[in-house]
């Protein structure tokens, strides 16, 4: 176990560096961020002042020298749009993000999975049509397009959630929640609803799928032999057969909840980081994409190692020793 | 279990805090369409920052809807000979913090102007012409420059007074916790959250009267559809740019009322003149390249002129939201021509012009524009397509997000680029000398002449222009310049944005050419 995450520990740091350096190389071909930032009226030294201000003036390698030494002591960079320093934007941010993340989440596993499970168990039922015929409405319709329709319904007509925003905040060990305040639940409503849609259609039609294959397994068989009861066989014999594929799918998709959550962000305005991601690209402000990428991928990581971990409680025949020697 | 009954009343207890939000009669919320990105009024001179830092701050001059300079902090100017200007200032200003305002803190702000680090649009561009300052008396103040500068008070507008103490010591961050954050304007600072919101307080002892708000709240509301959904639903009482496909609607709708007007801010095409020879994207119908660069001559950039429709573009892309242009401002503004009016829809008579000038079966070229900076900036240029096609020139359109378009544009990588301007002084000859003087940035002189025209002749008129303190007597020279200018096509105006506010039932906005959207001009209507 130990030697596994010390293997990992390395493994993310390359990786964090070949993305740190591509990133940079990719913003560098873009544009140039004076052409957005100065004065249009700005005359040929002023010009030349902001450059030199941002660091902007040296080649491309040596600003990204300069950025790796800065970064080993801890110093991401200051935004050049906001002049402060990006890692402190980011962190500011990040809490609504995961928030609304982790309640799509939630709404999705908690809808999703039983939902799931009862089109497994009785595909040809009505219910089971039904609930399929609903995941593909959760596929096919752009989430932007929910988004203003749950507007237009529970704002503008019914007049019940407010359309933007995000509420009321307390601390909770430190970090602004709002989901313990009836203010924050009502503005957290329709966002992690409409993030949800999507990853609860994935879940719906994953935890059928899986399903239906188990039960014709032969343990699932001779657990019903057995005389057990439904609820043991489909509680204890089904679920947790299935749950490793729904695991790893759960664990991707939550990463990827909360690095793109952006097309949410901006139509509810829910002031997370992935919003400040356009923004800053639109914006070049170099720092922040850099800082925001690096956080991003260390969240996966994170995430990715949390799944290892389950596996080997979910399933006694992982080891995670023998999983990494592959 | 009864812990977990315990935890379950502490949960409902929370779910159950009444919402702050219940609308008081003089509170108001207004939905801004852009981030500001700095509390700090000096860190970065971008409109949406100066807009909404004007409630808090204010400059010796400002500029009224019509962008006509008034008193504000100063209460008259005059230059004294071509190099001293004299100011007066306000008696009876206190700072929000109870500090009286004297010349002494205008020292100060000067001063600071051009120290504030990592600025990545810094204000001294405006401060820069001033050599020598001169205290006469607490409320008299004069400024010496170099040479001739005509546009010192309008300058001095955009820059915000601070009192002495916070300009001697106070850092960007000051300005965002609110620390720093002590004007002499109508509201006070309350709170700042990036990419989120600005919370305001009226000043009660603001020396302009009371204003009808007690509290004003600006959310940062990016997206269009959402800002409308604000609106509609009632969490904000005003939003800024009204999106085009939205007009039709407000406008039907009892509950709301729409304000808008002409605005500063002109749509134009810059034709790459940096090569006799060559010019990217610009080639004959078959593919090969053309043997002199077209756009140096006058019948082509005459021709591509006549050829656009812009009442069709006003009327049926910008839905009436658009005044087609003939110049770099709408003729209500200060050294604008009214003998300049815009090119008449004209395709043969474009088509004559292109075969005298030898190009008789036209060209074929690409146009290259934005498609994320100005209102409807892509369907502009597709429609610029459309129309030259019956002019007999073939042309394609590309265009691209702003942060890839505006780097290539400024590197000459395109050929007929659609672009914008928007004029903050309200005057037409610093613009004139940024767009179509010949390219100087060491002088100043077409700082943002992308297309690179040069006309010696025009240079001549708009650098003597600048120079003439007489206001009449510049305001003609400036016109002849525009004249000279426009007659030759050295860009292709297209049309002058119209900004639109959208409010609620029970308000009105004045609506401004500047674009600015002020809680100052939000008033309650029965």
Redesign the interface.
């Known amino acids: 176990m130990l030697a596994f995450a010390i293997r990992r520990l390395g493994q993310s740091l390359f990786v964090l560096v070949v993305m740190s350096f591509l990133v940079f190389l990719g913003v560098y071909a873009?544009?140039?961020?004076?052409?957005?930032?100065?004065?249009?009226?700005?005359?040929?030294?002023?010009?030349a002042?902001?450059t030199a201000?941002?660091g902007l003036d040296r080649p491309m390698l040596e600003q990204y020298g300069v950025f790796l030494s800065k970064a080993a002591h801890g110093d991401l960079g200051?935004s050049?749009?906001?002049?402060?320093p990006a890692i402190q934007?980011i962190l500011?941010?990040l809490p609504a993000t995961l928030e609304l993340a982790f309640a799509a989440m939630v709404i999705a596993i908690a809808i999703g999975i039983p939902l799931g499970l009862a089109a497994g168990l009785r595909p040809n039922s009505y219910i089971g049509r039904t609930i399929m015929a609903g995941s593909i409405l959760g596929f096919s319709l752009p989430s932007f397009w929910v988004g203003?329709v749950l507007?237009?319904v529970f704002?503008?007509q019914l007049?019940w959630l407010?359309?933007?925003?995000?509420?009321?905040t307390?601390l909770l060990l430190g970090v602004p929640v709002s989901f313990?305040?009836?203010?924050g639940?009502?503005h957290l409503a329709m966002p992690a609803l409409n993030l949800a849609l999507f990853k609860l259609s994935l879940l719906v039609r994953l935890t059928r799928a899986s399903t239906r294959e188990a039960v014709l397994q032969d343990y699932v068989k001779f657990a019903r032999a057995k005389g057990l009861s439904p609820r043991r066989v489909i509680g204890v014999h089904v679920l947790k057969n299935i749950m490793i594929p729904i695991v790893t799918v759960i664990g991707l998709e939550l990463g990827s909840v909360i690095a793109f959550a952006i097309i949410t962000e901006?139509?509810?305005?829910w002031?997370g980081s992935g919003?400040?991601l356009i923004?800053s690209?639109?914006?070049?402000d170099r720092p922040v994409i850099v800082a925001y990428l690096l956080v991003i991928v260390t969240i996966f990581i994170a995430i990715n190692f949390v799944v290892d971990v389950l596996y080997s409680v979910l399933d006694p025949r992982v080891r995670l020793g023998a999983a990494a020697a592959h | 279990m009864s812990r977990m009954l315990h935890a379950a009343a502490a949960l409902l207890a929370l779910a159950f805090v009444p919402a702050a939000h219940a609308q008081k009669e003089r509170e108001v919320a207004i939905g801004l369409q852009a981030a500001i990105t700095s509390i700090d009024p000096h860190y970065h001179n971008l409109s949406p920052n100066n807009s909404l830092l004007l409630h808090i701050f204010e400059p010796l001059v400002k500029r009224d809807a019509n962008q006509k300079m008034v008193p504000a902090l100063a209460t008259s100017w005059r230059a004294i000979d071509d190099l001293t200007w004299e100011f007066k200032l306000r008696k009876n200003v206190k700072f929000h913090d109870g500090t009286p305002f004297t010349a002494d803190d205008v020292v100060a702000t000067y001063k600071r102007v051009p120290t504030v680090p990592n600025s990545p649009s810094s204000f001294a561009t405006f401060t820069k012409p001033i050599v020598e300052t001169r205290v006469v008396d607490p409320y008299t103040i004069v400024f010496k420059t170099a040479a001739p500068h005509v546009l010192l008070p309008s300058d001095l507008g955009s820059v915000y007074i601070l009192p002495k103490a916070v300009a001697e010591k106070a850092a960007t961050e000051d300005f965002n916790s609110g620390k720093a954050a002590i004007g002499t304007g109508p509201y006070k600072f309350v709170e700042y959250v990036p990419n989120q919101r600005v919370v305001m307080k009226a000043n009660y002892g603001y020396w302009g009267g009371e204003e009808p708000w007690d509290k004003v709240t600006f959310k940062i509301l990016t997206n269009s559809a959402a800002r409308v959904a604000a609106l509609l639903s009632g969490d904000v009482q005003m939003i800024e740019t009204v999106p085009t496909s939205d007009i039709a609607k407000l406008s039907s709708d009892k509950n709301f009322a729409l304000s808008d007007k002409v605005s500063n801010r002109v749509i134009y095409v810059h034709l790459n003149q940096w090569n006799d020879k060559t010019v990217p994207f610009v080639t004959a119908k078959d593919g090969k390249p053309l043997e002199k660069n077209p756009f140096k001559d006058v019948r082509v950039r005459k021709a591509l002129s006549m050829a656009i429709n812009r009442d069709a573009i006003a009327e049926r892309i910008m839905e009436k939201k658009a005044v087609p242009a003939a110049q770099l401002l709408p003729d209500f503004f200060y050294g604008t021509s009214k003998k300049l009016k815009p090119p008449k829809y004209d395709p043969e008579g474009a088509k004559k012009l292109l075969a005298e000038a030898g190009y008789p079966n036209g060209f074929a070229m690409t146009i290259h524009g934005p498609n994320n900076r100005y209102i409807n900036d892509d369907k502009i240029a597709q429609a610029i397509a459309q129309f030259y096609s019956r002019a007999g020139i073939e042309a394609k359109v590309e265009t691209m997000p702003s942060n890839v378009y505006f780097t290539r544009a400024t590197k000459g990588e395109f050929g007929y680029m659609v672009l914008g301007w928007g004029t903050e002084s309200g005057e037409q000859g610093s613009s004139l000398r940024s767009l179509l003087a010949t390219h100087d940035p060491a002088k100043g002189m077409g700082v943002t002449n992308r297309g690179r025209y040069s006309n010696p002749e025009f240079d001549k008129q708009v650098t003597e222009a600048l120079v003439t303190m007489d206001d009449k007597k510049r305001e003609a020279m400036i016109q002849r310049a525009a004249e000279t200018a426009m007659n030759d096509v050295g860009l292709i105006p297209i049309h002058y944005e119209v900004s639109t506010w959208g409010t609620a039932k029970g308000f009105r906005y004045e609506a401004r050419t500047d674009q600015y959207t002020l809680a100052t001009g939000l008033k309650p209507v029965k």
Do not use: H
Not at chain 1, 80 to 84: A, H, K, P, S, Y
Not at chain 1, 281 to 284: A, D, K, P, R
């Open positions: 873009i544009g140039n961020p004076i052409e957005l930032l100065v004065n249009p009226q700005a005359d040929a030294v002023e010009r002042r902001a201000a941002l200051r050049f749009v906001f002049n402060v934007l500011q941010k203003l507007i237009m704002s503008v007049g407010p359309p933007n925003g995000r509420g009321e307390v313990l305040t009836w203010d639940l009502r901006s139509i509810f305005a002031p919003k400040l923004d690209i639109n914006q070049l």
